[in-house]
């Protein structure tokens, strides 16, 4: 099966915000007092650990690529395993906003946005998408994005 570049551009997108937004969530939950609150980001941190895996099997069963291996080997191990060191080149200006997080508001609002750019891509990705699988795979991110955004929404406002 071969992919048009835009798909190609989509996959690296998502598996790129997926990433980003894992080891996100492993620190927020680290800076929670409210034990709730860490268990459903710690959910949230899993759900987008499958979103890259997923993501990452339709790239490398169409094209064979190194480019995700690294990440594939750490985040194919159970739980919820630690990539810092892998993604301190790539991921600098996460990490630097990450350090500013400090309370339950903070997490709150930089989950929410992680969440709607996710929602946007995904959207923006099935639309695009010409080929059935990937669509597929994107509409649902698009739905799993949506319940996250609603999550974090519900979260704020209860503030
Ligand atoms: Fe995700
Ligand atoms: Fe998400």
Redesign the pocket.
């Known amino acids: 099966m071969q992919f048009n570049e835009e798909a190609l551009k989509f996959l690296n997108l998502g598996i790129s915000a997926e990433i980003s ?1 894992y080891v996100f969530y492993k620190h927020a939950a680290a800076v929670l007092q409210d034990k709730a609150l860490k268990e459903t980001i710690l959910k ?1 941190a899993g ?2 650990k499958e ?1 890259f895996l997923s993501l990452e099997d339709v790239y490398d069963r169409n094209v064979r690529s190194e480019m995700w291996a690294p990440y594939k080997d750490i985040l194919n191990k159970p739980g919820l395993p630690d990539i810092d060191e892998l993604i301190q080149d790539t991921h600098k200006e996460l990490l630097a906003k990450i350090r500013k997080i400090a309370t339950k508001r903070d997490v709150l609002e930089m989950g929410l946005s ?2 709607k750019e ?1 929602f946007e891509l995904y959207s923006n990705a099935s639309a695009k998408a010409s080929h059935p699988e990937v669509r597929k795979v994107f509409d649902f991110l698009v739905g ?2 949506r319940s ?1 955004v609603e999550l974090f929404e519900m979260e704020l406002a209860a503030l």
Request: aromatic share 10%; proline share 0%.
């Open positions: 937004a949230i759900d987008e979103h992680l969440e996710a799993f994005e996250h």
